[in-house]
């Protein structure tokens, strides 16, 4: 039931981005960017957050944090380290962003930064990821099947999601606004 309910958000923020993007395409001449891009295939956290979810925020993260981060640092700590460094920064910054919308959602409730650690463990998850590809390509080992990537990584988001972005809105039930936020855990 969990699941179903994980899914249903992806899928709402999925659909109303791409048949808006449609809809404006109809009505003028003007073609929107492409903010999603089958989110759902991802093969791992890296392709879902850097090619597949969200492709306008990236963008900007990519050039307003992640380049310039890793551009300084490389010099300093190597190439590998910097790398690692710049996508938690540029993780950091998103989750600082999305705890500010969150802190609206829940009409001004005081953050509990669960929402910040989601995208600082998917930064972590995406640095092991990348290790881990490392290894099995040096090692010579057959790659994984993208099928079983595919469930791996919805797997991690959808749990990850779940624990970090749905619990702390269902915990904060009764907010400032005067409205109860609904929980299928009611």
Known sequence: MLFLHGLSIFSGLYMVWTYRATLVRAMSRY???QLFNKPYLATSLHDFWGRRWNRYS?????????????????????????????????LVVSGVMHELMF????????PTWE????????????????????LVWV?????IHPAIRVMCTAGILFAMFYWLLVLPVWRSAENDCGYIIGSPLD
């Open 31 to 33: 073609e929107l960017v």
């Open 58 to 90: 990236s963008n900007i993260l990519r050039q307003v944090i992640y380049d310039p981060t890793r551009k300084a640092l490389k010099g300093i700590v190597g190439y590998g380290p910097a790398k690692v460094v710049a996508l938690i920064a540029s």
């Open 103 to 110: 802190h609206y959602i829940t009409c001004g409730k005081k």
């Open 115 to 134: 929402v910040t650690w989601f995208f600082v463990l998917q930064g972590v998850c995406m640095t092991i990821e990348a290790g881990l590809n490392n």
């Open 139 to 143: 090692k010579g080992w057959n790659p």
